[in-house]
């Protein structure tokens, strides 16, 4: 098993996410298997270019607050998924983070994010 | 590549959900993988244990009417996953369906679903 390595490509990406960095998020994306977004509250976005140009549109928007919150990583063979919170201004998500991996290293090929009620106060997340 | 496997398991779960059919429910998810859930609005939930009595109480609930749309399949090796939309009632949703392939079928080891904006009136969905 490589958790480790599931929740570092993890890390990564809200790492880009975070930095607005367009080239870093395009590097951690797959380049050989079909991949898609699912932004919270906008319908799925498919093909890697289109994927992009999500990206990119947010990035324009401004920065990307967001603190991802208790990654959890599950694996089977060269597949495996992130259940992560996001934090961001108030707002609360909880995204999937689908990856494969490709020449040892571990790509993105899916995110989905959507909303979820504020925790109550003094509550943790998980 | 095996899409119209994926998309036969895609379409079982949702045969499962509309008839609030839980055994047949149980029986698409992996035993051998780790899995979770993210219903709409919901914080994740995680371990099969968990996974199950969640649907349990889902269909307690009432009938889940909920029609797949325009499902999209995507497969790497022995997993993959499907988006599809879900209508009901004039709720749209949008959700990530993964799979494994265990014995040669096509189990559900996650299943994210959240909110998006109603369509315009005419405009299909996808």
Do not use: C
Not at 35 to 54: D, L
């Amino acid at each position: 098993m490589d958790r480790d390595g599931l929740l570092a490509a993890n890390a990564a990406f809200y790492k880009a996410l975070a930095a607005g960095d367009l080239a870093e998020m395009d590097a951690l994306w797959s380049r050989e298997a079909g991949v898609a977004v699912i932004h919270p509250g906008w319908p799925a976005i498919t093909g890697r270019t289109a994927v992009m140009e999500s990206w990119r549109g947010i990035f324009t928007g401004g920065r990307q607050d967001i603190a991802p919150i208790s990654p959890e990583a599950y694996q089977f063979g060269d597949s495996g998924f992130v259940i992560v919170y996001e934090g961001t201004a108030g707002i609360y998500l909880v995204a999937s983070n689908l990856f494969v991996r490709e020449d040892g290293a571990w790509r993105m090929v899916h995110h989905q994010s959507g909303p979820i009620p504020a925790p109550e106060p003094d509550t943790p997340l998980m």
